[in-house]
C-alpha cells in the first residue's frame, strides 16, 4: 500500500511533482516542522490507480457493528464499533483512506457524542463511543467520501488549477469626468504562475509583510491602481466523467447500515466529567464534551450557561477581536442579539462582509469583526476592508483587557495546502508577538467546523487537513486556547451546514466566554 505523503522539500529546493514550485523556504517554516505536519496529515489511499466505480467504497454495501453488545451499560462506559468497507461487488476492500464519520446519539433526548474513526488501513475501521448520558443511544455511521474520491481531493489540492475565482472591481474617471467601471478576475498567486489563466495578465498587488501575491487581469480601461471591491467570483470543476461519478450524491455522505439495536445506559454512581477552571494551554480529548437537551458539556474545562446579564458582566472592560470568516461573524451576531444594552455602530459598511463593531457604553464592552484577506467569497466589499489576520494582530497593543479570536479554514479549502501553512506560519509569528508584549492577552484559535457542501470545492476533508496543520503548527505555543468546535459541529443533529444552526453556535459562544470568565 502506497500512503500518500506530500512531497518532502529541502530549503530553498522545489517541490518537484507541485505546480507551483514551492518549498519550506517559501512556506516559511524549517525542513524538520514540514516533515513533522507530513507524518500529520498522513492519509492512505488506494494502492493502485482506480478506473471502475465498481472498485470504489460502497456506502450501500459497507456496514458497522457493535463489538459485544451487551443489555446495558452505565454511564461512562465505552463501546466499540468495527466498520467494514466493501466495494459495489461486495468485495471488502484491501486498503484504508475512506472518510467515515461516526457518532452516538438519542434524538428525544437532544444528545450526541463524537467518535474518532481509526482506520486500519486494510478496509477496516474502528470507532470507540463513550456513554456519556443515562437513556437510550444508536450509533450512526456515515461515508462521506470513499478513498478513491479522497485520492481526487489531494490530487486537486496541490494543482494549479483555480477550483473558486474571484471579482476584481475597478473604477475611475474617463472623458469628461464620465465614470467607469470595470470588473475582471482575480486570483491567488502562490508560485511562479499564478492560478489566473488569462492572457491580459496582469495586475499584481503584495502584502510587504505576508509576502501574499494577487493578481487580476488588466482592466481595458483602467490602471491597476484603481481596484476598490473585492467579491467571490464562478466556481470551476477540474473533474472527468469518471471522477464526477464518485462525487454523486448517491455516494457522498450516506449513511452506511449496521447494528441497529438500542443501548441501554442505567445511571452510575460515579460522575463524568471535569470542574477544571478553563484556562489556556489546556489538551482537547476525543470526545471534546457531549449534546444533553442541546447543552455542549464539555470534558476539557468546566464550561458555564450564560445568561444575558451574566455574558455583560464577563465582557466588562473586555475589547473582543473576533477575526476571520462568516462563522466567527456568527459569533458577533449572537453577542450583539443576547448581551444586554450591546448595540452595533453603523460604519457604513455591508452587514455581512464588514467590519463591524458593537458596543455597550455603560460596562465599557468594545466587539470587533473583521474578516481576513484575500481568498475570501464573500459579496462584494470595499478591498482596503480585507486585511491578513497576522497583519491586524500586530496592530493589537493587547493585556488584560483585549481578548483574541480567529478562525481560518473555510475560504483556503479552495487553495494550496503549502499556501495555507504559509499563512499559518505568519499568523503564528504575530501570536507569539502578541504574546510577548502583552502576555495577558487571551487568545482563542477556533477550528473550522463541518459544512454543508461535500464536493471538490467544500469538502470536510479539506477542512479536517487544515485543522490538523493549524494544530501542529501551534501545539509548541504557551498561551493559547484551541477550541475544538469541529466535533460540535460534527456530532450534533441538525444538518450540517457551513454556519451552524442557533443551537451551536450558542454553546460555542458559551464555551469561548468561559475562557473568558472562568468559573
Not at 464536493?455 to 490538523?468: A, K
Request: hydrophobic content about 35%; aromatic content about 10%.
Amino acid at each position: 500500500m502506497r500512503p500518500f505523503l506530500p512531497p518532502s522539500p529541502k530549503s530553498g529546493i522545489q517541490m518537484n511533482n507541485s505546480s507551483f514550485g514551492i518549498s519550506t523556504l517559501d512556506m516559511g517554516i524549517s525542513d524538520e516542522e514540514w516533515e513533522r505536519l507530513q507524518k500529520a496529515l498522513d492519509w492512505p489511499g488506494p494502492d493502485q490507480h482506480i478506473t471502475q466505480l465498481d472498485l470504489s467504497t460502497s456506502p450501500v454495501h459497507s456496514t458497522f457493528s457493535v463489538v459485544q453488545l451487551k443489555k446495558s451499560y452505565k454511564v461512562g462506559d465505552n463501546i466499540s464499533v468495527i466498520i467494514t468497507a466493501r466495494d459495489h461487488n461486495k468485495n471488502l476492500k484491501r486498503y484504508g483512506g475512506d472518510f467515515f464519520k461516526a457518532k452516538l446519539f438519542n434524538s428525544k433526548l437532544k444528545a450526541s457524542v463524537y467518535g474518532e474513526v481509526v482506520d486500519h488501513r486494510n478496509g477496516t475501521y474502528s470507532v470507540v463511543l463513550l456513554l456519556p448520558w443515562e437513556g437510550q443511544a444508536h450509533v450512526f455511521v456515515r461515508l462521506e467520501h470513499s478513498s478513491e474520491v479522497v485520492q481526487i481531493l489531494k490530487k486537486y489540492r496541490e494543482s494549479s488549477f483555480p477550483r473558486s475565482h474571484y471579482n476584481g472591481h475597478f473604477e475611475g474617471s474617463g472623458a469628461k469626468n464620465t465614470k467607469i467601471s470595470e470588473v475582471v478576475e482575480c486570483n491567488l498567486k502562490w508560485g511562479a504562475k499564478g492560478s489566473l489563466r488569462t492572457s491580459k495578465c496582469c495586475c499584481e498587488y503584495k502584502d510587504i509583510k505576508t509576502g501574499n501575491e494577487w493578481q487580476c487581469e488588466r482592466p481595458k480601461r483602467l490602471p491597476c491602481d484603481k481596484m476598490v471591491g473585492h467579491s467571490m467570483g464562478r466556481f470551476e470543476s477540474p473533474l472527468n466523467h469518471f471522477e464526477n461519478q464518485l462525487f454523486s450524491k448517491k455516494l457522498t455522505n450516506v449513511a452506511i447500515i449496521g447494528d441497529k439495536t438500542i443501548i441501554n445506559v442505567l445511571p452510575n454512581t460515579e460522575v463524568i466529567g471535569t470542574t477544571e477552571r478553563c484556562r489556556s494551554d489546556m489538551t482537547t480529548p476525543v470526545p471534546a464534551g457531549f449534546y444533553f437537551k442541546d447543552v455542549w458539556k464539555s470534558f476539557v474545562c468546566n464550561t458555564q450557561q450564560f445568561n444575558s446579564s451574566e455574558m455583560r458582566n464577563c465582557l466588562k472592560n473586555k475589547i473582543v477581536y473576533l477575526l476571520g470568516d462568516s462563522t466567527t461573524r456568527q459569533w458577533f451576531e449572537y453577542l450583539e442579539k443576547n448581551v444586554q444594552g450591546l448595540k452595533r455602530m453603523d460604519l457604513h459598511t455591508p452587514r455581512t462582509g464588514g467590519p463591524l463593531m458593537a458596543v455597550e457604553l455603560i460596562n465599557n464592552i468594545i466587539i470587533h469583526w473583521r474578516p481576513h484577506g484575500v481568498p475570501l467569497r464573500f459579496s462584494k466589499m470595499h478591498i482596503t476592508d480585507l486585511h491578513y489576520i497576522s497583519n491586524d494582530i500586530d496592530e493589537i497593543a493587547g493585556e488584560s483587557h483585549a481578548v483574541v479570536v480567529f478562525t481560518f479554514a473555510a475560504h483556503r479549502v479552495f487553495h494550496p495546502l503549502t499556501f495555507y501553512v504559509h499563512e499559518v506560519a505568519k499568523i503564528r509569528q504575530s501570536v507569539v508577538a502578541l504574546l510577548s508584549r502583552a502576555p495577558q492577552t487571551t487568545v482563542i484559535i477556533k477550528s473550522g467546523n463541518t459544512a454543508g457542501r461535500k464536493n471538490i470545492f467544500q469538502s470536510d476533508w479539506y477542512t479536517m487537513q487544515l485543522n490538523t496543520v493549524m494544530k501542529e503548527m501551534f501545539r509548541d505555543i504557551n498561551g493559547l486556547i484551541y477550541l475544538d468546535v469541529w466535533q460540535m459541529t460534527s456530532c450534533h443533529y441538525l444538518t450540517e451546514n457551513i454556519h451552524p444552526g442557533p443551537v451551536i453556535v450558542a454553546n460555542e459562544v458559551k464555551t469561548f466566554l468561559s475562557y473568558v470568565c472562568p468559573a
